[in-house]
Each structure stands twice: as C-alpha cells, then as structure tokens.
C-alpha cells in the first residue's frame, strides 16, 4: 500500500485483508480481550497507537512560505474573486496550483470577521482624510483606495464617513 500524504508509516504496515481472524485480536480462554484499547482522544492529529503496525494519519497544515503569502496578500482584494488570468499569474509567481490559491483565497474570505470593528489606527487614517481641508467628507475614489490600503471592505468606510459626523470627537479634541 503506498503511503499517502494524509498518512505516516510507523514500522512495517500490514493492510486490513491482509490479516486474518486468527490474530486479529488477542483473546484469553474466556473470551476477554487481553490487550486494553487505547483511549480515543477525541483529536485526529494524534491518535494512539495500538502496537507498530498502526497508521498514523498526520495532518496536513496549509500554511505557507512567508514569501508566498506576502505575494497572495498583496493580490487579495475581499470584494471580487480572482479571475482566470490572475490565478495564473499567482501560479508563476507563488510555485502553488491553481486551486491551492483559489481555496487560500476563499478561506480568507470567510475567515475574516463580517463586522469587524476599526481598530485605533485605521481610525486615525480615516479620521485624517475626513477631515483633510476641512471637507468633511472622503471622496468615493479615496474611499476605495482607503478600503485597500486598511484592509477594510469598502461599505466599512462609506458607512464609517457616513456616521462620522454624528460620533466625531476628533475636531472638539483639536479645539482643547
């Protein structure tokens, strides 16, 4: 049987027909097994080991080179899918097949929290280009580089500049 990449070989593998039902388990005279089963640890990354002619899966972490997610981030955009053209792209510059890059880039997008709050420094950016020469308003064009350079979905920032006026403390500060 071949091994996998799902599976680790610990001593000499025996397949499952290979054995047959005279030393499948050991029993006594009264029927009792002799052997006592390991505890289930309920965890599938180390399960126990019976004896040495046990498979142990081992599982497969998907994390990535340094190198390889700066590339995959810097061409992340959580408003669209890739297109056909960038995952080949992305396939030349990053050494991963086609559908590693499109599961990286739809766990990432399901990962990332829906309502997540703006932190202290996207706060402070946003509150410099709201209140850039006194317009009070960042324009939709700002916006959408905004929302690519913070990370933030570009609804966050409208809805943000929306409501700014209404919670702004950043002038009343500046007055003091």
């Known amino acids: 049987m071949p091994i996998t990449r799902y599976m680790k070989m610990v001593g000499q593998q025996r397949a499952p027909s290979d054995t047959s039902s005279d030393d499948s388990c050991s029993e006594t005279e009264d029927g009792k097994d002799t052997e006592p089963s390991p505890p289930h640890s309920g965890d599938d990354s180390e399960p126990?080991?019976?004896?040495?002619?046990?498979?142990?899966?081992?599982?497969?972490?998907?994390?990535?080179?340094?190198?390889?997610l700066s590339i995959l981030t810097t061409h992340y955009n959580p408003e669209r899918e890739w297109h056909k053209e960038e995952l080949t792209q992305l396939q030349e510059l990053t050494g991963l097949k086609r559908q590693q890059i499109y599961d990286w880039g739809r766990?990432?997008?399901?990962?990332?929290?829906?309502?997540?709050?703006?932190?202290?420094?996207?706060?402070?950016r946003?509150?410099?280009?709201?209140?850039?020469?006194?317009?009070?308003?960042?324009?939709?064009?700002?916006?959408?580089?905004?929302?690519?350079?913070?990370?933030?979905?570009?609804?966050?920032?409208?809805?943000?500049?929306?409501?700014?006026?209404?919670?702004c403390r950043c002038q009343k500060s500046e007055v003091n």
């Open 107 to 124: 766990n990432r997008r399901r990962s990332v929290r829906k309502y997540a709050y703006i932190d202290q420094e996207q706060h402070e």
């Open 48 to 68: 126990a080991m019976k004896d040495q002619d046990t498979i142990i899966p081992v599982r497969k972490n998907a994390s990535f080179p340094p190198e390889t």
């Open 126 to 167: 946003l509150c410099l280009a709201y209140h850039r020469d006194k317009r009070n308003n960042i324009p939709p064009e700002e916006r959408k580089i905004l929302s690519r350079e913070l990370g933030l979905k570009v609804t966050k920032v409208t809805n943000w500049v929306n409501g700014h006026h209404r919670l």
